[in-house]
Every structure is written in C-alpha cells, then in structure tokens.
C-alpha cells in the first residue's frame, strides 16, 4: 500500500519559513513525479511545485517562483518543500502528490495523496 506522509507544517510570520517534508513509502517512486498542491478555504486545489523523482526537474507555479524550492532525497524516498519569504496568501492545507508522468501534470494525474499539513502564516 502506497502511504504519502507530510510533516512540518505550523503557523509563522509574514517573510518567515518552513519546510515541508513528505516520506513516501510502499512503493518506488524511482519513474514518479512528485508534486506538492495547496487548498485554502473555500478555493479550489492549486499546484505549487512538482519535481521528477529520477532527472531532478523542477516546475513552479508562479505564485511561489523564487521563493520556494523543491527537492528529493531519493535514499530516503523524501521530497522537501522550503518555502522562505512567505505571506498571508500562502496559508492553506498544503498535500503531497505522486505518481504524475511529468512535472506538468495536472493533479488529476497524481495517483497518491498525503492526507495534508496545515500552513498558516501570519500577518
């Protein structure tokens, strides 16, 4: 069973950070991209940044271009959003994604969901 596990979410200033981490285990994600999407009440889900598990690119919604990164780990089947300078419109349960066939899907590709980690930034 695939299991998607999110951590490091909490509540911050405004141009403060976090980082975003989520585990993934019971399967290789060797050929997956990986993706993280947010969802602020009464929105829609958003992309906000993905990355291919073997190759290392990288895709960013404009929203956060230039202030966060993505990145893996691949030994330990982890992927890390840092997320710096962040504002009040950053504030949204933020879920990590897999399974997605280029970095630009849209997530009704990703096949696996993380159950999410609350982000509130204060201003």
């Known amino acids: 069973q695939v299991q998607l596990v999110e951590s490091g979410g909490g509540l911050v200033q405004a141009g403060g950070s976090l980082r975003l981490s989520c585990a993934a285990s019971?399967?290789?994600?060797?050929?997956?991209?990986m993706g993280w999407f947010r969802q602020a009440p009464g929105k829609e889900r958003e992309f906000v940044a993905a990355?291919?598990?073997?190759?290392?690119?990288?895709y960013y919604a404009n929203s956060v271009k230039g202030r966060f990164t993505i990145s893996r780990d691949n030994a330990k089947n982890t992927v890390y959003l840092q997320m710096n300078s962040l504002k009040p419109e950053d504030t949204a349960v933020y879920y990590c994604?897999?399974?997605?066939?280029?970095?630009?899907?849209?997530?009704?590709?990703?096949?696996?969901w993380g159950q999410g980690t609350q982000v509130t930034v204060s201003s």
């Open positions: 994604a897999a399974g997605a066939i280029a970095t630009t899907s849209p997530s009704s590709s990703y096949k696996y």
């Open positions: 019971g399967h290789t994600f060797s050929t997956y991209v």
């Open positions: 990355i291919s598990w073997s190759v290392g690119n990288t």
